[in-house]
């Protein structure tokens, strides 16, 4: 038999292509059997008690579909349920029609109940006040306006009365001005101007101007209407010495983007009945405020863009929860950009991390320090590293309160930079006059938008955020990982699997699992489209979760006051390690200035413990606190709610 021929070159390069052609073919048509086969190994491996036990484990939250809302703010309520405020979920829409959400959901019964919600709290502030009610304040008065859509000039005009005894000097919407080159305006809305005040100096009158001011848009549509310096305008229907002590002014008026302006609205939403209470308006405008209990039981409000999208020059005012009213305090001035995040200090100071949230100078404001408002001085701190880099941060008294130290984490430059950084600073209050920021461990990627969550062991949760803004190119981070104070290492836990960014937030349950919800990116996958809001809940049961039989506590006092020591029954009481009180959250665009771990004294009985609460109105503040207790192998108590007065 004669030998076969060897096949030619070209022979066997057509056979080659043929053949990793089939296999191409069958690796596609496979391609769902082998992403089948990989994803069912993946549910098998974090399904395993020792996985779980290791890193913990997330689980979706199934929400009806007509209890889906955009989350936009969260706090967990003395009742054990969180509030979720949507407003009109940054949904210029739902604005028009008048249409505001919030939800109620209680962990316990997982039921779901939407709330009657009176006005645009979207990009409001909150904090909780003593009785346990929520204090909401500002929101949004008018959507942002894009420079495309902007057909008329307009702006602010200030009119001024120099007469003090001018009486007030009403003008109605609609009203035209005319500038001082003949450009006409028409006022948006009514203005009511005071006249001038009087007083003696060194035996002279001072007269200072009444003043007021409105939005004015111009008559005519097109550029020829803009006036881009200071100019001087009359006012119509003045007769008499009017004529010349009534005037109006204006810095400039132009076709430039109309940012978002501040609601003066503001509520209590009470827990226990479920529904919001109006009380007294504040006296500025305010949208991305910072709300800041205090050690008096009042609550400052901070920051945020006014009535005309401008950002507060530092107007701080103090809401009284006995009289339900705002006070401006002008000896308490100072500015900070939005949703600046400041911290209650055991010596009753605020201490500003630098931590914010958009808006405002790229250079001032920013710098952290204390600042004592008995004297409204501010003593600035060095060490920051990276400072150009704090906006969407994320700052956290770290657990426990006693010892004063704030973890600075992530971050990203001014506006929409794309430049983030990985970056963790933390400083010891308490260690000197001049305390001074040290380096803390890098987070595993550079982050905006991190959450983070104080747990009852004492260790930080911290998720998701992205490397971008709002998410932009896939940046979104489905990473979490859990600060040790006692290492000062992070160790990882269980991938979530929803991304996070702008717009979301975080929170510890009362069970000790940790709820994550929100996120609004600006863009879709193809970073080509717009982005939709993610409307799922998922749930982060800790590795804690998973160590044994969790210890219990059967009996207390549902009131405690500072300095005293209760008793409160536990059958666990010789293998109780901790106790904590832990303050709840109250969270928007990564701002969680509440949340604080509380280290109780312990002493033991045979079926009880003794706890002590500490003293000092600037470490436990007035209202009400989740108590914890931690046995030997690290696993916290479900919570008992007590309320510190």
Not at 8 to 15: C, L
Not at 321 to 329: A, F, G, I, R, S
Not at 565 to 577: E, L, R, V
Request: glycine share 8%.
């Amino acid at each position: 038999m004669s030998p076969r021929k060897k096949p030619s070159i070209g022979r066997r390069f057509v056979t080659l292509v043929t053949t990793l052609g089939v296999l191409a073919i069958l690796a596609v048509v496979n391609r769902p059997m082998v992403a089948f086969g990989q994803e069912q190994y993946h549910q098998f491996q974090i399904n395993r008690a020792s996985y779980k036990s290791e890193y913990g484990h997330w689980d979706m939250l199934p929400v009806p579909a007509e209890f889906k809302v955009n989350a936009i703010h969260a706090a967990l309520l003395p009742t054990g349920k969180v509030l979720i405020i949507a407003g009109s979920g940054n949904k210029e829409k739902e604005f028009k029609a008048g249409k505001f959400k919030t939800l109620i959901w209680d962990p316990a019964t997982n039921h779901f109940k939407l709330i009657t919600t009176p006005t645009d709290i979207f990009c409001a502030g909150h904090s909780f006040l003593s009785n346990g009610n929520l204090l909401v304040a500002g929101g949004t008065k008018k959507y942002e306006v894009l420079e495309d859509k902007i057909k008329k000039a307009a702006g602010v005009l200030k009119i001024k009365q120099e007469n003090p005894e001018g009486g007030v000097t009403e003008f109605d919407k609609g009203t035209v001005v005319t500038s001082a080159t003949g450009v006409k305006f028409k006022l948006t809305a009514d203005v009511r101007v005071p006249s001038a005040t009087k007083k003696t100096v060194n035996g002279k009158f001072d007269i200072t101007p009444g003043e007021a001011e409105v939005w004015i848009e111009a008559v005519e549509a097109g550029k020829d209407s803009v006036i881009p310096k200071p100019m001087n305008f009359t006012l119509p229907g003045l007769t008499g010495d009017d004529v010349k002590n009534v005037y109006g002014v204006t810095e400039k008026l132009t076709m430039e983007k109309q940012e978002y302006t501040g609601a003066e609205y503001t509520y209590e939403f009470n827990p226990f009945t479920e529904k919001y209470e109006r009380v007294g308006n504040l006296n500025v405008p305010r949208w991305y405020p910072t709300l800041m209990p205090t050690a008096d039981d009042t609550v400052l409000a901070l920051s945020g863009l006014d009535q005309f999208g401008r950002v507060d020059t530092g107007k701080t005012e103090v809401y009284n929860e006995n009289t339900k009213k705002w006070e401006y305090k002008p000896k308490l001035n100072r500015y900070f950009p939005t949703y600046p995040a400041l911290f209650l200090m055991q010596n009753e100071k605020l201490f500003y991390s630098g931590s914010n949230a958009g808006y405002g100078s790229a250079t001032e404001g920013r710098t952290p320090g204390i600042w004592d408002l008995k004297t409204n001085t501010f003593q600035e701190v060095s060490g920051l590293r990276q400072p150009e880099l704090n906006e969407t941060s994320a700052s956290v008294l770290l657990a426990p309160a006693q010892d004063q130290k704030v973890m600075f984490l992530g971050g990203g430059g001014v506006g929409e930079s794309e430049i983030s950084t990985a970056r963790t600073d933390i400083i010891d209050l308490d260690e000197s006059a001049t305390p001074t920021w040290k380096p803390g461990p890098d987070l595993p990627n550079p982050t905006r938008y991190l959450s983070t969550v104080l747990l009852p062991d004492d260790t930080l949760y911290t998720s998701h955020g992205s490397s971008g803004y709002r998410g932009k190119g896939n940046s979104d981070l489905l990473t979490a990982q859990i600060y040790h104070p006692d290492t000062n290492k992070f160790v990882r836990a269980a991938d979530p699997t929803v991304g996070r960014n702008y717009h979301s937030e975080a929170l510890l349950l009362p069970d000790g699992r940790v709820i994550t919800l929100g996120s609004d990116p600006l863009y879709d996958k193809s970073d080509k489209n717009p982005g939709t809001f993610e409307q799922r809940i998922e749930i982060f049961s800790p590795s804690y979760l998973y160590h044994g039989e969790r210890p219990t506590i059967s009996d207390g006092p549902k009131s405690v006051q500072r300095g005293a020591s209760y008793k409160f029954a536990t059958p666990d009481a010789a293998d109780i390690k901790t106790a904590r009180l832990m303050r709840p959250s109250t969270v928007t665009h990564t701002t969680d200035v509440e949340q604080r771990s509380i280290a109780l004294d312990v002493t033991k009985e045979a079926d009880a413990i003794g706890l002590t609460i500490p003293k000092e109105r600037g470490l436990v503040p007035s209202g009400w606190y989740m108590l914890f207790v931690t046995n030997t192998d690290g696993t916290p108590s479900v919570a008992k709610w007590v309320q510190v007065q």
